[in-house]
C-alpha cells in the first residue's frame, strides 16, 4: 500500500486518517491569502494523487478563477468567504458518505454465506464516514453606514438685476405723469342768453355769424415742480404750461395763450375776443376740442457721470358741444 498524504482525503479510504478535520476548516477561514483555495501538494504515490481530484470534490484544484499565481489577473481575497466554507464542507461529507457506502459495499461482497463470521474477520473494516461540522454563522456583518445626508446646498443668491440706466428711469417716471387738461369755455352761450331754434325750439349756443369768444378753465395752468427718488436716483421734474390748441369743429383750428380773456355781459354784443375769438357761418351742432400742452424738464442723477437732461411735451384734450343755429328778423308794424 501507498504511503497516505494527510491532505489527501481520497487516501483516507486506505487509511484511517482524516483528510481534512474541523482544525483545518478553522484554520483555513482565518489564514488571509490571495488563493481562492489550497494547491494539493504533491504526493510520493502517483496513484494516489491522480485519484485525489476524482474523489473528494472538497480538494479539486482551483480553476484560477482566483489565483493570482497563474498570471490571470483575478481578485485579491482576505481568505475564503462563509459560503465558500460551507461548499467545502457540504462537499466534503458527500465525499465521506460515498466512501463509506462504498466501504459497506465492499464488505457485504467480502463476507457470503458460512464462512460470514470467518470472511468478516478477513475483510477491511467498513470505513467510517468522517463528516466535517458545518463552519459558524459569521456575525452579520454590519452594513455600510449610509452617507450622512449632504447638507442641503444653501439656495443660489439670486442674480444681481441688471443696472437700470437713467433713461430707463426716465421712460418709467413719464409713464406716471398725470396732468389734468383745461376745459374748454365759450361766450356768450346758452347758459348766458337762452335762445332756441324759431324753427325747432331747440336751444341754442350761438347763431350763423355771431362772433364766440374762446377760453380755458380749470387744469394745471400753473408751472408746478417736483423732486423724487426713483431707483436710488434723484428725479426732478418741472412742468411748464404751454398754449392751448382749439378744434372748432369745422375745419377751423387756431391756439391761444392760456390767460386768454373771457367773455362777460359787461362786454357789449357782437364784439369779437381780442386773442381767441371764432365765427361759425353755418348752423350745426359742433364738437369743439381744446388741447391743453405743457413742456415738462427732467433731471435724473444717480451720482455717476453726467446727470440725464432733457425736456419732454405732454398734452391733454377736453372737449364741448356747440349748437349753432340762424336767429329770425321779425318786423312788427306800428
Known amino acids: 500500500m501507498s504511503t497516505a498524504n494527510a491532505d489527501d482525503p481520497d487516501e483516507v479510504s486506505r487509511s484511517d486518517s482524516l483528510s481534512v478535520n474541523d ?31 476524482a474523489d473528494d470534490p472538497a ?8 489565483d493570482n499565481s497563474n498570471g490571470g489577473g483575478g481578485d485579491v481575497r482576505n481568505g475564503p468567504t462563509y459560503k465558500e466554507l460551507v461548499a467545502r464542507a457540504l462537499a466534503h461529507n458527500e465525499n465521506e458518505l460515498a466512501k463509506q457506502a462504498a466501504s459497506e459495499a465492499r464488505q457485504a461482497n467480502c463476507v457470503d454465506g458460512g464462512l460470514r463470521t470467518v470472511l468478516a474477520a478477513s475483510c477491511n473494516p467498513a470505513y467510517a464516514a468522517q463528516l466535517m461540522d458545518m463552519p459558524d454563522r459569521p456575525q452579520q456583518e454590519a452594513a455600510p453606514a449610509a452617507p450622512a445626508p449632504a447638507a442641503p446646498a444653501a ?24 396732468v389734468d387738461a383745461a376745459t374748454p369755455r365759450v361766450g356768450p352761450d346758452y347758459s348766458v342768453h ?4 324759431a324753427v325747432t325750439g331747440k336751444p341754442l349756443d350761438s347763431a350763423v355769424g355771431y362772433p364766440l369768444w374762446f377760453w380755458a378753465e380749470g387744469g394745471d395752468l400753473a408751472a408746478k415742480s417736483s423732486t423724487k427718488k426713483v431707483a436710488d436716483m434723484t428725479v426732478s421734474l418741472s412742468m411748464r404750461p404751454g398754449k392751448v390748441s382749439i378744434d372748432a369743429g369745422d375745419g377751423n383750428r387756431f391756439s391761444c395763450s392760456t390767460d386768454a380773456p373771457e367773455w362777460t355781459p359787461r362786454v357789449a354784443p357782437g364784439t369779437k375776443s381780442p386773442s381767441c375769438g371764432h365765427t361759425y357761418v353755418k348752423t ?10 405743457w413742456s415738462v424738464h427732467y433731471v435724473i442723477d444717480n451720482g455717476e457721470g453726467e ?7 405732454l398734452s391733454g384734450t377736453q372737449t364741448r358741444q356747440l349748437r349753432i343755429g340762424e336767429l329770425q328778423v321779425v318786423t312788427v308794424d306800428r
Open 194 to 197: 337762452h335762445l332756441r331754434s
Open 23 to 53: 482544525e483545518e476548516i478553522s484554520a483555513e477561514a482565518s489564514k488571509s491569502t490571495t488563493e481562492s483555495t489550497k494547491t494539493t501538494p504533491k504526493s510520493t504515490d502517483t496513484t494516489s494523487s491522480q485519484n485525489q481530484g
Open 307 to 313: 446727470p440725464l437732461v432733457g425736456d419732454e411735451p
Open 284 to 293: 350745426g351742432t359742433y364738437t369743439v376740442s381744446m388741447t391743453s400742452h
Open 155 to 178: 439656495p443660489a443668491a439670486p442674480a444681481a438685476p441688471p443696472r437700470i440706466t437713467k433713461q430707463q428711469v426716465w421712460t418709467r417716471v413719464k409713464t406716471t405723469l398725470a
Open 59 to 66: 480538494v479539486q484544484p482551483s480553476d484560477g478563477a482566483g
